[in-house]
């Protein structure tokens, strides 16, 4: 699939662009630089008649990204929610692809409930409305359980949704692939593996089974937080194309005059909802990745209410631990210790200089603080920062991917709400709070502790283990190992040793 028919593909995304009037004005907002904004549109308008015409009646970046399909319309999700790059007029214009997509019928959801569920729709629900919410991968209807009474959200597919991402996915890896042979200097940034992350995120978001799943395990991460909930599962109404959950009443989180009107405190609720996600990205582990407004309300006691759960972000300990030390430099403007995390990681080449890097992430660090954050310009921040990491040859880290895209999101839902909020003074208590419980004397003999299990388990195998690694070596010589696997070796096991006398101490410490 993946061969030069998507060249038309992605010619017919200028085209689209160039007709609709939505490439002058995406690159007017994000304030691209000229010659990138004339080159653009030059290549594009001799073909603008190939692209979609899309709706007449929509604002032209709408009206594009709607007719483009699923995945362009994820993009214009992301932008929805940065009025910061892209300004508020867009950002506002956006907003309609969150939740408010052209639907398909009822009759069509019905039958696809039907064919789901084994049952006529009837028999299982009263009162089964129109749509009351369209995105790009599925709309929502409300409805009224026929047994209990209780008003449910019933969650149903697209017609033909899987075709038309894998159509996207497959010219994305197209692009992927002539960007990286085009231009070597991209390959740092891994765009081949950016799409298979991203592709892996999306077909998982198709079977409405795993979200089921991953609304159940955030329920029981997040039970205990103050001001948050989800509506709960109706499993036995749930399956691969169709998902039903509990109705939740609430403002829009979008809706800056009806939240005010209700009486609720934006500045706090922008303060709540950058403070629980970074609690469940370090505390957990494992947070909802497409935190945008359309995937928010707030509930009339004022708890913010997630649904929409076909996106969740997972990082291990370690990744979080590291994560969260780059966070704590950041709020502590120790940029040294910033460099030196990320040198520890890996995130950088170990050949680079470690006091230039820090001074390079002072020059990124510094304009934030003590600033007005309304003054802030993030594009001229990212773009910074890109330089940096293009400077010092980082490589991209796809399991970072869907956490940075998400901080993304959720930086600009906080700002919509209060545009004058201060991130970082907002992280600053939960991020302290994760590196006491982390990396504090609790957190090491709790790591001591789990080591020393994983050895006791093989414990009774290590001599055989042993035995027939010494009869391999003896066997064949093995050959002078190049100079990193020299240095993965001396590392593994100053890795092991180190582990070794840490268990002993723990112990004769317990002893």
């Known amino acids: 699939m993946r061969g030069p028919h998507n060249i038309l593909r992605l010619v017919r995304t200028g085209a689209t662009m160039e007709r609709t009037g939505a490439m002058g004005l995406i690159m007017e907002a994000m304030d691209a630089p000229p010659l990138v904004r004339g080159t653009l549109r030059f290549l594009a308008w001799p073909f603008q008649w190939l692209g979609y015409r899309g709706d007449p009646g929509a604002p032209p970046a709408v009206r594009a990204l709607s007719a483009l399909g699923p995945a362009y319309i994820k993009f214009g999700q992301i932008l929805s929610t940065r009025p910061d790059l892209v300004g508020d007029d867009l950002a506002t214009e956006l907003r309609v692809l969150q939740d408010k997509l052209p639907p398909f019928d009822v009759e069509t959801a019905k039958d696809s409930i039907e064919s789901e569920l084994s049952a006529p729709v009837d028999a299982m629900f009263d009162d089964f409305s129109a749509p009351v919410a369209a995105a790009s991968i599925a709309q929502v209807h409300k409805a009224r359980l026929r047994d209990t009474g209780d008003d449910v959200a019933v969650k149903v597919l697209r017609p033909g949704i899987e075709r038309a991402f894998r159509k996207d996915i497959d010219a994305f890896y197209f692009a992927a692939k002539m960007v990286e042979f085009l231009s070597p200097a991209s390959r740092r940034l891994r765009p081949t593996d950016v799409i298979a992350h991203f592709e892996g995120v999306v077909m998982g978001e198709l079977d409405l089974r795993l979200e089921a799943a991953s609304a159940s395990e955030f329920a029981a991460n ?164 890109f330089e940096v990491t293009e400077r010092f040859g980082m490589e991209t880290r796809t399991e970072l991917i869907l956490l940075q895209r998400t901080m993304v999101v959720v930086e ?70 190049p100079r990193r696997k020299r240095r993965d070796i001396v590392l593994a096991g100053g890795v092991g040793a180190g582990a070794g006398a840490a268990i002993a101490l723990l112990v004769s410490w317990l002893v």
Do not use: C
């Open 412 to 481: 600009g839902v906080a700002r919509s709400l209060n545009p004058q909020i201060n991130i970082w003074q907002v992280a600053k208590p939960v991020v302290e709070d994760y590196i006491r419980a982390s990396i504090g004397p609790k957190a090491v003999a709790k790591h001591l502790g789990r080591t020393a299990q994983v050895i006791a388990r093989f414990g009774p195998r290590l001599p055989q283990m042993v035995e027939a690694a010494l009869v391999r070596q003896s066997a064949e010589p093995a050959p002078t190992p």
């Open 222 to 385: 997040t039970e205990g937080d103050e001001g948050f909930g989800l509506p709960d599962v109706k499993w036995h109404l749930s399956s691969r194309r169709v998902m039903t959950m509990g109705w939740v009443d609430g403002t829009p989180l979008g809706d800056n005059a009806a939240l005010d009107a209700a009486g609720h405190d934006r500045a706090a609720l922008g303060e709540r909802v950058l403070q629980l996600f970074l609690s469940h990205a370090l505390r957990d582990g494992y947070f909802h990745a497409d935190m945008h407004q359309g995937n928010l309300k707030v509930a009339p006691n004022g708890d913010i209410v997630a649904y929409d759960f076909g996106i969740m972000g997972h990082i291990d300990e370690y990744t979080r631990q590291v994560y969260a030390e780059i966070l704590y430099g950041f709020i502590k403007r120790d940029y040294r210790r910033v460099a030196e995390v990320h040198f520890e990681a890996g995130y950088v080449p170990a050949d680079r200089d470690v006091d230039e890097f820090a001074r390079a992430l002072r020059a990124v660090g510094e304009p934030i603080f003590g600033m007005d954050a309304s003054r802030i310009s993030m594009g001229s921040l990212l773009s910074y920062l």
